[in-house]
């Protein structure tokens, strides 16, 4: 089965025309992130020029704070990534096309969240064919990490027995595409998610002209630190 750039080619189509990546905002004169360690409780925000996505850290959740994925805490890692639904199940298996890819931009349809758990970076398509994703660290409280759960929660659809509704597998490691609540559009793409994230960590919201992912990186830049999974395991 051939894995492919699922979240990234299909936004440089139309939204490349559109950003102004120039207009970014700035921390306060002096402003320093909050410093991360050993024992901090920290998320992540990991990105290239294609794909941005928000990580969670399982030292730091409890199950019972995510009972639904409680058998994912056995891994290191667990990503949330907002997506369209009908385009990356079909890329599962083989990339869609030119014009899917146009479809996607600019007609609203499901969208999905890909759920997948991991204890290494994975080295899997996106980072292969795309460039390797830089990752950041925000260190957050107790009340943040159960508020971000909150919100992730709260974007899974979910069926009659209440659990996510699990629509197809996922691209790596351990886990699963699930139904969403929302739509998956140009007003609504995967940096539009991290970016509702990085509010409720007290990070100031990106601009609607720097939600493409290298842009948005960018910004995110400017309120964490740099991390690297692979060193702190």
């Known amino acids: ?25 700035s921390p306060a004169p002096g402003y320093r992130p909050a410093p991360v360690n050993a024992e901090t409780p920290r998320v992540y925000v990991a990105g290239n020029e294609y794909h941005i996505g928000f990580i969670f850290d399982t030292r730091f959740l409890a199950p019972a704070l995510w009972p639904d994925f409680a058998d994912y805490m056995q891994y290191r890692f667990i990503e949330v990534s907002w997506t369209d639904k009908a385009y990356s199940i079909a890329a599962l298996d083989k990339y869609p ?8 931009i600019l007609v609203k349809s499901d969208a ?3 759920v997948s758990a991991f204890d290494r970076r ?3 398509f996106i980072e292969r064919n795309r460039g390797r994703r830089e990752w950041r660290a925000i260190a957050v409280s107790d009340d943040q990490l159960v508020a971000l759960l909150q919100f992730v929660d709260s974007k899974l659809a979910k069926g009659p027995d209440g659990k996510p509704r699990a629509a197809a597998g996922t691209f790596y490691g351990h886990g699963a595409m699930f139904d969403a609540v929302g739509e998956y559009s ?4 995967c940096g539009d998610w991290v970016n509702s994230l990085l509010a409720i960590v007290d990070i100031p919201p990106a601009p609607a002209t720097t939600l ?9 830049r400017k309120y964490t630190v740099a991390y690297e999974p692979d060193r702190d395991l």
């Open 112 to 114: 999905a969240l890909v």
């Open 1 to 25: 089965m051939t894995k492919i750039n699922v979240w990234g080619r299909h936004y440089c189509l139309l939204i490349a025309l559109l950003l102004l990546s120039a207009c970014v905002t």
């Open 97 to 104: 096309g030119f014009f899917t890819e146009l479809k996607t």
């Open 122 to 124: 994975p080295a899997y």
């Open 186 to 189: 140009l007003a609504n793409l």
């Open 212 to 220: 493409y992912p290298a842009s948005l990186m960018r910004h995110v």
